[in-house]
């Protein structure tokens, strides 16, 4: 679908600028915190609501199957609705959702409100992100799209864990909703007093309900694989095997009925004409699986393994935060004052991410937090350089129509790389937990001198304790099998950081080479563009040429505009205005050739 949002720039005083800038971020860290909300309190709501874990699962899988379904409605509804107020609206129902969730422990009412959270958050980062995109000039975005990701990407990744694991060994998991109340009152609050850009006149389009409900239907089904495919050994289940076959069949009919919709569906095709866009959506998923991947192995690792508290598990990400906030700064400075073009910082950030991930694969059972900082502030210093690029080559190119719809399916990639990231790094720590104990057990003998010696030195201590020998016994066969599945833990463990930095030296080579056919092909059809032209311009038997006016066509590309020829007059008029600068540049070459 194309978004026709434009956007008027404002011209009001720096401060009110600042006042929406400073909106928008709060206003996105009411979704960091609501977003990561599950990953320290499980356990804690499960014992609260007394659910069952299949019962559970339902608050991850409404929460993001809705946020996923928001990425691909909010540019419809930017297109109706003033973004500004649509944000507003969108932080006002986050708030109220996680005020009645903090105050209820029905299962069915809280499924109800992670929903209402989900599409609330999908709504404020396609949204903000756009505003502040259409609001100001390109030349200011490096800066501005660095103080957006502090709250979208940075808090879920390093703030908000922190948060909730000091506010669920201090309190209860019903004051992590709690304290995202003030924040979005703080942020509406901001938003009111900010003088916000208005929205143009733009032409308006009917819903695709049918693609909406195709896609819906695919990302449902999808989101609950993903999340909970490695708890029923994926396809073992055949709850699962029934959901997978019928997400893709519902994604693939989507596409179908948006190709045969000839630019009048939910999907945009006229984003993959920029062909950084194309890219930056290819990488999005890589990117995805080696964000979510890393924030979901360093704390169950430090739970699971090294019995950190939620604090100490929390607290352990928080100093990434800063090296992630300085590294989106100095690559801001570097793009914005240095005009240094984003490809070039993504081979750093790349590079800096799976050197941390090899660092971490080092980690044992007797590792602690000043073991694996060093690893942690490097993992946030190349997650920043990343991060900022992929931005900004992603949505650079973008004009206002659709603008809106990129964010959207750009955040769609990212979040289903992540969730297919964490399924994979979950179901490889699982298999190899079970081999790890096969293959350790099997030289763990009873006869071997080694295990008797430890057998007979821990019976010992127990028995030195006051335990009878005969219970001493069996208690130090037990200490034994569990030092034996935390041992194969840790080697799982271990498996899975090494699998995240090995992500990015098979993934590398494939998208360069990606980046390299995208540009071969942007050339071919640049030569078409051109020769086709040079063909119109020639003079025709029985036609005389043009005057002499020195007036060169402009015939590029006439089917395909043909196929997607504009509804009405307002958009026509749009469609030329976005083309103007094309025309110009290759009517420049001509003339000069």
Known sequence: MTTTVAIAPSRGRSETGALLVAGIVLATLTEAIASTVLSLGRGDIIGDTYATPDEFAWLDVGYTALKLIGFMAVP????????????????????????????TFRLDLLVALRMVQGFSGATLLVSGQAVIFLAYPRSRQPILQALFAMGSVVAPA????????????SQSWTWIFFSIIPVALAAVGLLLMADGPMPAGTARRPFDWIGFSLISVALFCLTYVFSQGSRWDWFEEPRI????????AALLTFLGQQLLAKGQGLLDFTLFRSDDFLFAFIVSFVAGAALFGSAFLIPSFAVSVLAFTPTDAGQLLLPSGALFVGALLIAAFLMQVRRVPPFATVPFGILMIMVAMWMLSGSTSESGAD??????????????FLFLSITLIAFSNLDSRNLASGIGLFNTGRQLGGLAGVAALQTLIDHNVAGNVAVLGANVTAGGHAVIDRLTATAAMLAAKG???AAAGRAATSLLGRAVTGQSTVIAFDTAFNAVALLFVFAAPVLVAIKIGIARYAKVRAARLLDAQGRSHEPQSGVEPDGGSGVIPFFAEVSERAENRPQNDDQAQGEERSDDSDNNDVAVALSVG
């Open 158 to 169: 390093t703030i908000a864990p922190a948060l909730q694991g000091w506010l669920l060994d």
């Open 241 to 248: 095997l029934w959901l997978t076959v019928i997400g893709v």
């Open 76 to 103: 419809w509804l930017m297109s109706r609705i003033n973004p500004l107020g649509l944000i507003i609206a969108s932080t006002l129902a986050m708030g109220a959702a996680c005020g009645i969730a903090a105050v």
């Open 371 to 384: 073991d694996m900082m060093a690893a942690i502030l490097l993992r946030g210093f190349g997650l920043g």
């Open 467 to 469: 335990m009878d020998a």
